[in-house]
């Protein structure tokens, strides 16, 4: 027999699994997500055999009907981008003014000393007990709201950034001026990059406390946005309304946190836990 016909027996005699060829699919992954199903599906049967009233909570089935109409209305879009610019406005403000005093205050013993305790003490107030004061201050209109949310995303960044900055291994500071480096350069290549991680996280706290403090913002005489849109629904007693409202905000602030552990992976690729992952 010629050595290609043996070859071509031997390839009949010891295929390669069909089942080999196929992606494995990894179940485990998926268990998270059960627990969330059967709390979803016990509601749904509670509320269809009476256990709970609409006027307490409405059904996951209406919900997802109430969510249906408000986007095809176009109400929901609607309220959703007026939102979106109150915490991008905010955001930018915040974050911004959060590192700038972060840094001051990091790099110099005397920006600690004059910036640290006016910061710590504004953390301390509650949002609640600014707004009559912000209202006196801005008015009704958008400029309390942007800067309720601004105030919110500042206190997470400084303070993550701050800790990040004076938190940098000295070692590596004596090998940047063993290299050359001036004050400037080990600021710009030392200093910052190490500091980068806790910024990141404080950003990540920025974006949770950016949709909080939208929600106390959106009190003050808003006649647009997600917050206006439940308070409206509260008065008509529509449950299913406030729940659309309250998920609208739970899948932002998610999107927003998914947004910056994308770009966290990409800055932080260096790091080795990183990597490995």
């Known amino acids: 027999m010629s050595e290609h016909a043996l070859g071509a027996r031997g390839a009949l005699a010891s295929p390669e699994p069909i089942r080999a060829r196929l992606p494995r699919v990894n179940l485990s992954q998926y268990r998270r997500f059960i627990s969330p199903l059967v709390i979803v599906l016990l509601w749904q049967a509670a509320s269809m055999a009476g256990l709970i009233s609409p006027r307490t909570l409405a ?3 209406t919900i997802l009907a109430s969510a249906w109409e408000l986007v095809l209305s176009g ?17 930018a403000i915040g974050v911004t003014t959060g590192a700038a005093l972060a840094l001051v205050a990091g790099l110099s013993r005397l920006g600690e000393e004059v910036v640290d305790a006016p910061m ?5 107030l509650p949002f609640l007990a600014l707004v009559p004061l912000f209202i006196l201050w801005f008015g009704i209109g958008e400029t309390p709201k942007i ?3 601004a ?6 960044v400084y303070l993550t950034l701050f800790a990040g900055i004076r938190g940098v291994d ?3 500071m004596e090998a940047g001026k063993v290299f050359g480096l001036d004050r400037r350069g080990l600021v710009r290549h030392v200093v910052l990059p190490a500091a980068l991680p806790s910024g990141l996280v404080g950003l990540r706290y920025a974006l949770g406390s950016a949709w909080l403090s939208l929600v106390i913002a959106e009190q003050i005489n808003a006649t647009a946005g997600i917050g ?3 308070n409206d629904a509260r008065d008509f007693l529509r449950t299913d309304v406030i729940v659309v409202g309250l998920l609208v905000y739970a899948l932002l602030g998610l999107s927003a946190d998914a947004l910056v552990r994308a770009f966290e992976r990409r800055a932080l690729a260096w790091r080795p836990s990183l990597v490995k992952g």
């Open 75 to 91: 109400e929901l879009p609607r309220h959703l981008l007026v939102s979106l610019g109150r915490v991008a406005s905010g955001l």
């Open 151 to 156: 105030l919110g995303s500042a206190f997470p």
């Open 170 to 172: 000295p070692k590596l």
């Open 228 to 230: 206006f849109l439940i």
């Open 147 to 149: 800067a309720l949310v």
């Open 59 to 61: 059904a996951p089935t």
């Open 120 to 124: 710590q003490m504004l953390r301390t």
